[in-house]
């Protein structure tokens, strides 16, 4: 009887070690994917190999070539910021369309009360609508209501 214990004993000994085994391959594949997804990483965003770039190339639309008119680009650069300098720069109203309700500087408006608050500014006026889940009936009521006040509007 004790041989056959001594021998269930060498047994589960055996089998103890071949798990400890495959626990130390499991956790050594998951340290060199690891790894490798960190490499991968530090390509990516550290190298740029795709070629996305961190945005600071053409600045505003501006390239940096000659102008068509054979002045230096700086020169069509300033001569555009000097059209656009003269220009007065638009009044924005921001109004949040959200369901069927319009909210205007935080309180719930009806779309010809927008429009008279849009009248009532001097100078040029855009109101920058925000669509916020807007049914069809609100936003169109809205946009009917500044086109018949004439007053510009955009939608983002």
Not at 2 to 29: C, S
């Amino acid at each position: 009887m004790a041989k056959d214990l001594e021998k269930q004993n060498q047994k589960l000994e055996k089998q103890n070690a071949k798990l400890k085994k495959k626990n130390k391959r499991g956790g050594i594949i998951i340290l060199i994917l690891l790894l490798i997804i960190l490499i991968l990483f530090a390509i990516v965003f550290l190298f740029d190999p795709l070629g996305f770039g961190h945005g600071m190339g053409i600045l505003k639309g501006n390239s940096t070539s000659a102008a068509t008119d054979g002045t230096s680009p700086a020169a069509s650069v300033t001569a555009q910021t000097d059209s656009t300098a003269a220009e007065p720069a638009p009044t924005y109203i921001d109004v949040k369309v959200s369901g069927g309700t319009l909210l205007y500087n935080g309180a719930e408006s009806t779309a010809d009360e927008i429009a008279a608050a849009a009248k009532a500014v001097s100078g040029d006026v855009l109101v920058r609508i925000t669509d916020d889940s807007a049914t069809m009936n609100s936003m169109a009521g809205l946009t009917a209501a500044l086109d018949a006040a004439g007053i510009k509007y955009t939608i983002e």
